[in-house]
């Protein structure tokens, strides 16, 4: 039985945690921190919550625990994940913090100078499908960001294939609101998400663009660029993202989907279309899914990619990699 | 006073359209038709509509009336068309009938011979901010269709200025449920639409496709290929489309821009946004206006452009039109 | 051409009200308030506002308006309505500052000492249909709230009349998240409210208990005591009022409805449904209407009663009233 | 292992059924029929469920199993109760087909001859909790209709005790349109749904008044007659009913909650709320529990109290039903 540590409960993404831990036949939560709630019940904050008590960060028993799970603020997770390491505990993260290899990148996209530079190197960047290899007995594993999940996954096998790729990729992504996190502001008020569909932070000014374009670049040295667009969706969970490949010559489907059976057919998490179907929110909502569907046109293929953003996207993958870590079967805890 | 008839009263353009026209101080609206509810009101089809009585096609006094609207099925607009041009009155078409040029892309796309094909020369495509000087006294108006008005209108002084677009134009579009019409089906029940988001019939599958086409040549003689991803929100009313348009070299914002505010800085129901300022669809629902907002990414502009589907979409822009063809105030009765 | 100020313009029901003054024929908007955004223009908070400057309120200029509206917090707007009445400016007060006549019931219920008593006497209550002959010429009118409005307009006829009615009634309320205002709070989130129903201050415990229950006496004094139940909705407007009346001994609906024609029958805005059609919020979404509908079951009459909170049930019930103070046909500006 | 079979899988109960059983460790389901996609598996009717085969119900090999759901229409799910329970197989019947137990009730409000009027006095009424111990080993169970569950779980308490109730009941229940079932409609299109609010067959006109009031006459001989007004929300799923009762003398909280207590404190999927907390959709959707709130208002009692009308409505309590036919645990597969 692994036991585990959650950091910063109360958000979504910590409170989807809970629930795919609870159910998870082998891992025992133990703790469950909050700085705003501490003194109080998980259930308290969710009414369909177990009564899991909260605790301040700064008195959770580490020596109790095999591995922390972080879903904290960003320079908070890299503050907190130094304790746990210092303690021998297995540091799951689901801020940006370790996502990006170059600390001045960090800097410059987040505001803040990085509290823990030197473990940049040895963070393993969790897109479990990339990096099962890398994962078992890691000791700090980055959970990737939404959409870069949402978008990374069906980019893998057109960028470490020989296709003529010629840039811009474009990703004209749809979250829906749990994205946005669990704090009342303006922009997910209510009445301002209901009947409304707003873009915001297009082009190339969205905080997950270095960390796609980094990962782009493992993948194929000479990635094009990436534009992308981000757009806020009057529902609760699930990102869409419509990615647009340009090729240089043409090029037919019947020559581009055996690159995505050699590397995903197997996958237990990874649902690839039949030819005409597009992926959809409802293939994959409350589910570890990332559903893809490849459609051509022209010289362009048009990739849909659908996955939960709290699940494949968050609490899923991280859960996902935990299992990797530990040597557990993959998908134990996620069907 | 313009007398006018309304056919195809019930469904939800041929509502909106009756709405309009009920504020529309010169404006008298004499007869309203439709074949499933001949004999009922309008109220008993939308309890907030006006007690209008609703009749036959065939029973609709054409003697009566200086114009009617068509918000009819294609192939039946253009029979009644045929009709009410016989009578000498004036034909604002809602449908696809009249928008293509050419018979045969019709035949390709609707999949019926088209049943007017002499009158298609001399039909006004009623873009009409485009279109304005051919519109008075204009006999038969098409009305362009909702997606292409939100693509064409910011496409427009692109295309017709001298700047280095290379193609393929990507017009990545979501639209709200009422363009499904109001037949219930599978796709759009509730269940089927609330909590999801999906595309359908992306790439160069979607029949506006042609028309866009059709139009973006008349801009450009040498416009580039469309790729056109149409995607269905859980929103009832509003299309946002955000457009990617690459130039072979750079090209910057302050360049572009004056192409716009030539076109459209007096245009009283296009709303250029600000620098910085994206259109959402809060923008624009139950109006007839177009928001566009411009980004520049490398050498990719993306622009986001709003409109009202049922609105500039359809109904407002056909009143529009009318108001240009009976040499109205343009914006009488729309604002 | 009556000239109006608002006080409180960003508000929901500022906003509305400012739309719904634009399209009035006889009215021209001189100034708009708000102590948030003072230097900026309406269209800063609302996209599609006009471009309305917006000031502090102490610095409105009284001398030149007739009338002003007060969409202010309670206790604010008394204070603002002691200084436009020393001016001798019209005031139509949307809070609920001079809704109850006794100002211990208002300390008891909204926390403060009431800033004004002395005008509670004279201030007329502003249920249109009631108050219609107290109105012209008044100098201070109270705005009913929402619920109030959903709930007294079909209980009129009932207490006005013989009817054997025994107690309590019950009034079920479900409203729109508009009604929870435009301040982003925990409970008004998109998450919080989208896929979720809520019962809140149920009972005897709302502060519109009060209001409903002082004017129920006027209307027959020994009225039964009210159980008042609010729930909040997923949409953004609307009121539907489930209301439940028992009858000592069995009455018909044949015998009920006349009541509710002598009262109603020729009211602009009170739609009386046919028997067995049912009031929803389809009946009366941005319209001034109040729809009705009335069911039988055993000895328990069921009303459905729906108004659009923002409009009859707050700015276009102000106007309503506005018109009549002034001696305006009642209806202008309202359709 | 419990070898299982599902009639009628692909409507939203069936389907929630499947999700259930398909976590449920001592359940293995053998077949899933439907008589419209037959052919098809059930994956290409819900783009997330399993890849189980869909086969016509006259082709379930009923002697490979040891319990069958039916989730069929009101008729035909007594033909094939019949069928089952021939082959000795037991039968959890979701339909209404045996809910009530006077063939005569039955023809009156569904419209048809009762198929198999001789099962009804041994048909076991499924409200768990109540019928406990008549469950094992039982052969025909009906498992209550959704709105039932929700009235009946909170009055029975109420109405075994001696308190001094006084008529009529009213129940005002709102549930989300997974209730309205599969099929597209013109009341449950989405643009019918989504910023409306409806209701329908208030009064005593609703098919599921019968059965509440036969279950209250179980409770308590003499129980006073239900007003029962049913309403359309524009959510998924979830079914709030807010349910007034009246007392003939004053009672307080303290002397109603130990009924309350006594029956429920340990029900595990019964939440009793603390004092001054009403139960929402939040707290009960995609789970099993019946959430109750209290409040007293005068001699009234307002419950407040929700379920999910697909889970403990449906699937959820005829798992529940089928784990303690059989002896099993009863919370197994539903935590």
């Given at each position: 039985?692994?036991?585990a540590g ?25 703790f469950?921190t909050s700085?705003s ?11 369909q ?70 473990l ?37 096998p057109l960028?470490?294939?020989?296709l ?14 749990s994205?946005?996190g669990?704090?009342p ?23 997950h ?8 670049h493992?993948?194929?040295?000479d990635?094009?660029?990436l534009?992308?667009?981000?757009h ?6 699930g ?23 050699k ?9 690839l279309?039949?030819?005409?179907e ?30 939960d ?9 991280a ?14 805890g996620?069907?």
């Amino acid at each position: 039985m692994i036991k585990a540590g959650i950091y910063g409960a109360t958000g979504y993404t910590g409170y989807e945690l809970v629930t795919i831990l609870q159910r998870h036949p082998q891992v025992e939560v133990l703790f469950a921190t909050s700085q705003s709630f501490a003194g109080q019940l998980l259930s308290d904050v969710y009414p369909q919550a177990p009564h899991l008590p909260l605790i301040l960060g700064e008195e959770a028993p580490l020596d109790a625990v095999d591995v922390v799970f972080l879903c904290l603020p960003h320079a908070a997770a890299a503050e907190t994940a130094v304790t746990a390491l210092a303690a021998n505990v297995t540091v799951i993260d689901l801020s940006a913090d370790f996502r990006l290899k170059d600390a001045s990148t960090y800097t410059a996209w987040y505001d803040k100078t990085h509290p823990a530079p030197h473990l940049l190197a040895d963070a393993v960047y969790g897109l479990t499908e990339y990096a099962r290899d890398q994962l078992p007995d890691a000791k700090l594993v980055a959970t990737p960001g939404c959409y870069p999940t949402s978008i990374l996954l069906p980019l893998r096998p057109l960028l470490t294939s020989d296709l003529p790729i010629t840039g811009p990729i474009i990703a004209d992504s749809k979250s829906g609101t749990s994205g946005a996190g669990r704090a009342p502001k303006p922009g997910t008020h209510f009445m301002a998400v209901h009947n409304n569909f707003a873009p915001y932070k297009i082009g190339r000014s969205h905080r997950h663009l270095p960390e796609i374009e980094q990962v782009m670049h493992w993948f194929r040295a000479d990635a094009p660029e990436l534009i992308f667009s981000p757009h806020l969706l009057p529902v609760e969970r699930g990102i869409l993202s419509t990615i647009y490949v340009n090729f240089s010559k043409p090029v037919t489907l019947e020559e581009i989907r055996p690159y995505f059976t050699k590397l995903y057919a197997n996958e237990p998490f990874i649902c690839l279309l039949p030819e005409g179907e597009l992926a959809t929110l409802a293939h994959v909502t409350h589910s570890n899914k990332c559903a893809i569907g490849l459609t051509m046109a022209g010289n362009t293929l048009v990739i849909t990619s659908a996955i939960d953003n709290l699940v494949k996207g968050a609490a899923g993958q991280a859960v996902q990699n935990m299992n990797v870590v530990f040597g557990l079967e993959e998908i134990i805890g996620l069907l």
